[in-house]
């Protein structure tokens, strides 16, 4: 089965999701940026979810992650939890 490790940012806005993403183009470090910002308690771990198999996740999520290229900042992503910034870091 597929597995992939990811790390993601929560928020309640698409705004503050966009405004995030910008930060870490412009060469803030991802895991910084989870710890100050994210509302998961993954945040406390740089935003680290570790390893998991399709479908674990939520669909908007699980999608996201089994096809988007790896340690590339993908985002907003709007689930029932809020707006994710994703990066996948590893898959196989």
């Known amino acids: 089965m597929a597995k ?3 790390r993601h940012i929560l928020v309640d806005s698409e705004d503050k ?15 910084d940026v989870a710890r100050e910002h994210s ?3 993954s945040g406390k771990q740089g935003g680290e979810l570790g390893t ?5 996740m ?4 699980d999608e996201v992650v089994f096809s988007a290229p790896l340690n590339e900042v993908q985002g907003p992503v709007k689930t029932q939890f809020g ?8 898959r196989g």
């Open 4 to 6: 992939a490790s990811a």
């Open 17 to 31: 999701c966009l405004e995030l993403k910008q930060q870490i183009e412009n060469g803030s470090d991802f895991a």
């Open 39 to 41: 509302t998961c308690p």
């Open 52 to 56: 998991f198999g399709r479908g674990q």
């Open 58 to 61: 939520v669909p908007a999520f």
């Open 83 to 90: 707006y994710h910034l994703l990066e996948v870091t590893a």
